[in-house]
């Protein structure tokens, strides 16, 4: 089992890699080089996420429809290259946005669209396989092996990123996305090799769910829709700053490419220490404690972040890096690992696509509220900073009602309430035939 968890790190590796360059990186250049709308970079980077209902319709198909006996590889390899190809082409699409707007934002519409899709079919795919592969006492270890590899790629894109942009140009930016796309395809196909078992039978399975038959039962589920809400409002103050940390590094500190660069290399290390101790902790500690100290240290770093340019310069910026990292690493993998408890046999692909959903959409509200609350505070004021402070301030508002939710998750009358509503599915079948 450790090689197929290993395997599933690398496969989660090589989707993160194509994320760095993309979220961490062009945003900034775009943003601050080019002089971009922070409100349209967002839109970008977040039109991937407007395509995530696709995941409750790929996770179902998947559960009943395998190709060529197998139920997710084929998802995660055409996934994995559409986000390669789109990472490849996204700085001359930037470019182009430059000198020629109308054209730019077109193909950009396009190439981003097409990492959305990518990401939507790989990630929906291999979180159902994890959960599947691992069984319920292995899928704690098995996320924190996956999110261990994940983050160290992150680690390791960020660095060579830092290291290919140095001296910056665009030239150099265009060869180094190049690289990380090339690296990040190597690692994913080297992680499906005989990963899935193949299955016998290459048929659907008996019972096919309509559109409305999955949505009853995700959202008929009072503990499926609690889980549902939370994971958007916890994940957009996590994933949210994605867009902005870096530019905010440049516009208040006036840090170069290079150094911007390496603020996701530092919050990355604080991610994998983080990971470390939830292994140690994991048959010691519930995993609601760590999501909530995990929630705690994040709400702890954006309020450093925020008030990081008033107080104490870059050194309680850096800190507030620390803290968020700390925090988003105690929590996601404690929450992940409570995410893949709360599926039920048979429809893992089902639940599994409905989070994934959730994390879509939270991605999406998170990032483009903060480039609109950036660009309007910032127009209002004057000041560029006083924007980013106020995105910073309200996704800690959004860690504490993230905090306030966790109380009420409880997976197991999730299952008792999921059970319930699949056997009321099941005997509705039966009448209607």
Partial sequence: MLRKRIQLGLIHAAVAMTLVPINSTLNRVMIKELALSALLVAVLASLPYLLSPIQVAIGSFSDRHPVLGYRRSPYILLGLLLCVISVAV?????????????????????AFGAWGMGFNLATVAYFALASELSGEGGRGRTIAIMFFMMISS???TAILLSSLLDPYSPEVLIRSFRVVSLVALALGLIGLIRLEPR?????AAAEEYGWGTLFRAVWNNPQARLFFVYLIVLLAALLGQDVLLEPFGGEAFEMSVRETTRITAIWGVCVLVALLFTGFLEDRVSKKNIARWGGLAALLGFLLIVASPLIGGLSV??????????????????????MLDMTTAGNVGLFIGAWGMANAISRLVGS??????????????????????????ILAGFMLVSLLLLRWVDVQRFRD????????????????E
């Fill in 317 to 338: 910026f850096f800190l507030g890096v620390v803290s968020l990292g700390l925090g988003t690493g105690l929590s996601t993998t404690s929450n992940l690992s409570l």
């Fill in 417 to 432: 309430q999921a059970n319930e509503e699949l056997s009321l599915i099941e005997r509705t079948a039966i009448a209607i």
């Fill in 199 to 203: 299955h016998v039978s290459q048929g």
């Fill in 154 to 156: 992150i680690i390791i």
């Fill in 90 to 110: 996204s700085p001359q699409v930037a470019f182009l946005m430059d000198t020629n707007f109308v054209l730019g934002l077109a193909v950009g519409l396009l």
């Fill in 368 to 393: 483009l509220l903060g480039g609109a609350v950036r660009d309007v505070v910032a127009r209002m004021s004057g000041n560029p900073v006083a924007g980013y402070m106020t995105v910073f301030a």
